[in-house]
């Protein structure tokens, strides 16, 4: 008994001091925010400090993500992200872009590709022309504005012509859109060219939606000019769709005013410009009216100035004449009524309390002397001649 008993005990006792407490050792793993995957100060700094640190943790997120990216895409976008945030770098970057793109999160994945091929360069190295693509479709998708600064002449030809043979983006040729996109990755040595397509004109013409032939310019609207939709030539923050867009800015070389004296797309004078009125004088006569404004920053509205030129092309974008109809500028007011090929235009003078200066801002406006008036008649092929007056 004895012996039993003293087996059992020790028995006890070994099953007793094998049983140990699990020790649980709490690590803080230091991550980059969500909130700054494609902050490039943010990246740089982690990667800086933590480099590889982290690698094999990252990794099996990765792994993970990659696994359930069929069966639950918003999961996986979860846990590539908390890859990233353990190791920023380019190849967790593109895994991302992939899940995303099975979660149709076009928004972001067009951020996704701005910060690796603008943002991320000096950290992952400049852009090859698979990513110059991926970017620029990506932007398509998600009716974006695409930024080609910096992109080499060669990808932007490969960009353009693989956007034309995807199927998976629909571009209809004679949108606006597609224009921009176009002109957007077109050297510039080839826009002047481009422009002068006919198809090319046409989407121009047709860009100019109020069409209506009879209007007039007169001192109630004389002044008026919508900043917002105005495309300045030497503005490269425009970001807005057509309005602000590549072919808009481009197609300032359609105006006289654009004209270039050598092979470049723009004069460069920093003029603004509405695009107003298009209407038709018959199928090979086309009539173009806009407004261009060079007034000082932050005038008085009745110290803008502003004038109307109207101008007749040929159907291969050539100018074949072309007037400035009305017009607001110091001393001078002279307003218009357009009909169809009719033009009649009353010329004024203004008077002021002292000499005008453009950038004399206090002057006062004491009134305004019609000194004469003049008419134009549009003819058939598109030349505008003076006329007596006609009402």
């Known amino acids: 008994m004895y012996l039993r008993y003293s087996f059992t005990f ?20 230091p991550v980059l925010h969500v909130s700054a995957l494609y902050a490039t100060d943010s990246v740089r700094n982690y990667l800086s400090v933590y480099k590889d640190r982290y690698k094999d943790i990252s990794d099996d997120y990765v792994r993970q993500s990659d696994e359930i990216i069929e069966t639950n895409p918003s999961r996986s976008v979860y846990l590539i992200k908390r890859a990233i945030t353990l190791r920023p770098v380019k190849e967790n970057y593109l895994q991302l872009a992939k899940v995303l ?22 950290l992952f190295g400049e852009p090859d022309a698979e990513l110059w693509y991926q970017a620029i479709s990506a932007n398509i998708r998600a009716g974006l504005r695409i ?19 995807d199927p998976d983006i629909r571009l209809d040729r004679n949108s606006t859109d597609f224009q921009d996109y176009a002109v957007a990755l077109l050297a510039d040595k080839d826009i002047i060219a481009y422009l002068q397509k006919p198809e090319v004109f046409r989407c121009f013409l047709h860009s100019v939606v109020d069409s209506g032939a009879d209007f007039e310019v007169n001192e109630k609207n004389i002044s008026k000019f919508n900043y917002l939709k105005d495309a300045e030539p030497e503005d490269e923050d425009d970001a807005d769709a057509f309005g602000k867009g590549s072919f808009q800015i481009a197609a300032h070389r359609y105006l006289v005013e654009g004209r270039p004296a050598g092979d ?17 004088i018959n199928k090979d006569v086309h009539v173009v009216v806009y407004a261009i404004d060079t007034s000082e920053e932050s005038c008085p509205v009745n110290m ?37 090929n009719i033009i009649n235009v009353t010329e004024n003078r203004r008077r002021w309390e002292k000499p005008y200066l453009k950038k004399d801002f206090s002057n006062e406006l004491m009134g305004i002397d019609k000194t004469g008036s003049v008419a134009y008649t549009i003819g058939s092929d598109g030349k505008i001649i003076q006329t007596p007056a006609q009402r």
């Open 10 to 29: 020790c028995l006890l006792l070994c099953l007793f001091a094998c049983k140990t407490k699990e020790e649980v050792e709490e690590t803080h793993i």
């Open 101 to 122: 793109a099975k979660t149709n999160s076009a928004t972001e994945l067009s951020h996704l590709y701005f910060f690796l091929c603008f943002g991320g360069t000096e």
């Open 147 to 165: 930024s080609t600064e910096g992109m080499p002449a060669d990808a932007k030809s490969q960009v353009l012509n693989r956007l034309l043979k």
């Open 264 to 280: 470049t797309v723009l004069s460069g004078q920093g003029y603004k410009v509405n695009f107003l009125r298009r209407y038709d």
């Open 304 to 340: 803008r100035h502003i004038y109307y030129r109207l101008a007749t092309y040929s159907s291969d974008a050539k100018v074949i004449d072309h007037r400035v109809i009305a017009v607001q500028a110091g001393e001078q007011f002279n307003t218009a009524s357009v009909h169809g």
